[in-house]
């Protein structure tokens, strides 16, 4: 029974919510936004101070891949300018990694009165299951999933001289780990749409067949290379993460809250 939601109380956010007009959104919006704009600033700047050694860090992949098959480590640029620019993109990128707590803490701020209290108490996982499945999915693919497709790629070109340009590795390393990153984000993603009701287990386990194909298009739109091995390597971890989901959908599907409130009534 102290687990059912009370109605009243959500009829209160209900009221909290209603009596916030438009332009007091936009403004609640505005500060948020301005909030997360400076957690990136002070983001940037700690990490430019580290930007050689977080940009050895982003090379050693690609540089252990080129002494494993005896060839030049260095990493050649075309313009005086671009090793600045590099730095530059690497430690903002780093920098709204740092500051992602922060962001995610404001997205949450924005959207809670639109919640009823008894959801409300989905911060503090949500919080911690965003970051950590974003840093689970980053390590994935810096320590299993690039490394395997640069030694494939420069193993297959051996007849031929490899010249990589300093902007084309930095764009395809951030590409993937992003990409990678915001892929194991897809439990999040169903918990909050089963949450309003939007998706069930029952939707997910009837299009399971679709969901498939639409794994490997996204892991052949992120992979670096088309092979098979790649590939699957990319999609296993999201079929794991969609089986995942459905028992999420489950939990947290209204359907079911619902069923588990009526039960402790009825004990």
Request: hydrophobic share 50%.
């Amino acid at each position: 029974m102290a687990d059912s939601p009370n109605p009243l109380s959500g009829f209160k956010d209900r009221q909290e919510l209603s009596s916030m007009g438009f332009m007091e959104h936009l403004e609640e919006l505005r500060r948020r936004i301005i909030h997360s704009a400076v957690s990136i600033v002070v983001g940037f700047g700690v990490c430019y101070g580290w930007h050689e050694k977080i940009y050895g860090w982003m090379q050693a992949p690609i540089t252990n891949a080129l002494t494993a098959h005896h060839l030049p480590t260095k990493i050649v640029y075309t313009n005086p300018i671009d090793p600045f620019n590099m730095y530059l993109k690497v430690s903002l990128i780093m920098g709204i990694f740092l500051a992602s707590p922060y962001i995610l803490y404001q997205v949450w701020g924005f959207i809670k009165p639109g919640l009823y209290r008894h959801e409300r108490r989905y911060v503090a996982p949500f919080m911690a299951s965003t970051v950590g499945l974003f840093i689970a999915g980053g390590l994935f693919a810096y320590k299993m999933v690039y490394p395997a497709a640069i030694d494939f790629l420069i193993g297959y070109s051996g007849q031929f001289a490899p010249m990589i340009t300093i902007n084309e590795y930095t764009s395809q390393f951030i590409t993937i780990m992003l990409g990678v990153g915001l892929v194991f984000e897809m439990p999040i993603l169903i918990f909050f749409l089963a949450l309003f009701g939007l998706v069930s287990a029952g939707f997910m386990i009837r299009n399971f067949r679709y969901a498939i194909l639409l794994i490997f298009v996204v892991a052949c739109a992120v992979a670096p290379t088309p092979d098979i091995i790649t590939l699957c390597l990319f999609a296993a971890p999201m079929i794991g993460l969609y089986i995942i989901s459905i028992g999420l959908a489950w939990l947290v599907h209204p359907a079911q809250r619902k069923k588990r409130a009526e039960a402790k009534e009825q004990k």
